[in-house]
C-alpha cells in the first residue's frame, strides 16, 4: 500500500487559488499514475487530473485553463495548483494513485468508478464562496 496524505484545502473566495498537496508515505516509491478526483455532496466522483510517469497529464474539461497538476518524485509529492476557482469547485478533494498499473486514469481504458485507481487519501476540503 501507498497512504497518501492530502493537505492545502480551505475556504476561499471565486477568483482565488489554492495549491493541494498529496504526499505518500516516506517508504513508498510513487513512480505511479496518480491523480486529484473531487465529490460534491449528493454528486458522484469525478476525475479531475492526473499525471503520470512521464509527466503527461490529463485534465477534467471543466477545470482546463485553471488547474495545473506537477509531480515531485523527490518530494513523493503531487500537487495540484488552483486559480481561477468557483463556486461549483468546491468538493472533498481526493488524491489517488495505481499501484497495481494502467488501465487508469493517465491511461484510459478502465471500467470503473474508480477509474482504475487503487490507493487513495482520505481528501481534503475546498469550499469556494462568492
Known amino acids: 500500500q501507498v497512504p497518501l496524505v492530502e493537505s492545502g484545502g480551505g475556504s476561499v473566495q471565486a477568483g482565488g487559488s489554492l495549491r493541494l498537496s498529496c504526499t505518500a508515505s516516506?517508504?513508498?516509491?510513487?513512480?505511479?499514475?496518480m491523480g486529484w478526483f473531487r465529490q460534491a455532496p449528493g454528486k458522484e466522483r469525478e476525475a479531475v487530473a492526473g499525471?503520470?510517469?512521464?509527466?503527461?497529464?490529463t485534465y477534467a474539461d471543466s477545470v482546463k485553463g485553471r488547474f495545473t497538476i506537477s509531480r515531485d518524485n523527490a518530494k513523493r509529492t503531487v500537487y495540484l495548483q488552483m486559480n481561477g476557482l468557483k463556486p461549483e469547485d468546491t468538493a472533498m478533494y481526493y488524491c489517488?494513485?495505481?499501484?497495481?498499473?494502467?488501465?487508469?486514469?493517465?491511461?484510459?481504458?478502465?471500467?470503473?468508478?474508480?477509474?482504475?485507481?487503487?490507493?487513495w487519501g482520505r481528501g481534503t476540503q475546498v469550499t469556494i464562496s462568492g
Open positions: 499525471i503520470d510517469t512521464e509527466l503527461h497529464t
Open positions: 489517488a494513485a495505481d499501484v497495481g498499473g494502467p488501465p487508469n486514469l493517465c491511461s484510459g481504458g478502465y471500467k470503473d468508478s474508480s477509474y482504475g485507481m487503487d490507493q
Open positions: 516516506p517508504f513508498a516509491y510513487v513512480n505511479f499514475c
